[in-house]
């Protein structure tokens, strides 16, 4: 029964893909909490209270329903098989034997109605910001991964209409449910992170392109799209084009929070550095590099968090 405990707890941790949840939703968090705690006169308990909820919250949606939804849908249509399993290519709980896919898709839908009546319950009983909150991300998990919509396998639909709203929306929360109004730092912390989770998820997505191709239907990521129409060094511009937007928003914090530019356009212009530094054949370099993304990207946020 331990044996059986650790194997399930294992298999629970590598569904959730901590690494990603941290580096996007816990630092997206952090980004409009910590100023919360810094320039405002809310007591420790209650933002400790909001941050906890909000932490729970990134994992039950992102951390589990997600990777449950898209670890189900990737092994139906094959390109987790086919995907060379570095940083990419899900979590591997189905290939690794944790799970089948079948038993998988029973809990993705089992807690897909947990999550259903929880929204519709928060709506009635007059917790609308909770209940949008929850709902925003439920329609990201379910947009990204199931059909019809299933827009991880349409080029820019994914990362504009599931990831970057979810993400979103999590910046602005905190904020939203403490705050009578949502001052133009929330606004601008929320989206320079969303624009930067989305940026480095297509550094994730090159490893896995000739896997997505293989897939049925073929999983036409926004990174697959640029190198079947460019050429394969191509397979970069997505994360390119969406690093030179976040550095851009510089302009947006102006000069009054000109520290904060700095750090994004540091932040941004080194990810962009690395990009152009990878060989789009070295799969390895490729995720070490994601990792450095991913360093940056929690540095961003905390970096936006404490320069309002």
Known sequence: MQKQALHNLKGVWLLMRSIAVVSSSIATIVSTVLPLYLYFTFSTNQLMILFLL???????????????????????SGTDTYSPAILSGGSRV????????????????????LLGLTIIVLLISGYDKLGILLAVGVWGAVSYSLPPLQFSYRPFLGEWLSTFPSVLFLGLAGAWLTLDSLPEWVMQNAVINAL???AWVMVHHIPDREADKKATP???TSVVWAADHFGIAYARLPALMYFTITALCAFWLGADRGVAALGVVAMAGASIYLILKMSMHDYEQVSAY???????????????????
């Open 54 to 76: 909000l932490i729970f919250g990134a994992f039950l949606i992102h951390g589990i329903l997600t990777h449950i939804l898209n670890d189900y849908v990737d092994d139906l």
């Open 218 to 220: 073929m999983k036409q």
């Open 290 to 308: 994601e990792k450095i993304i991913l360093v940056l990207a929690m540095i961003n946020a905390v970096w936006l968090g404490i320069f309002i």
């Open 196 to 198: 930067f989770c989305i």
């Open 94 to 113: 189905i290939q690794s034997g944790f799970i089948s896919s079948a038993n998988l898709w029973r809990i993705g839908k089992g807690l897909l109605l």
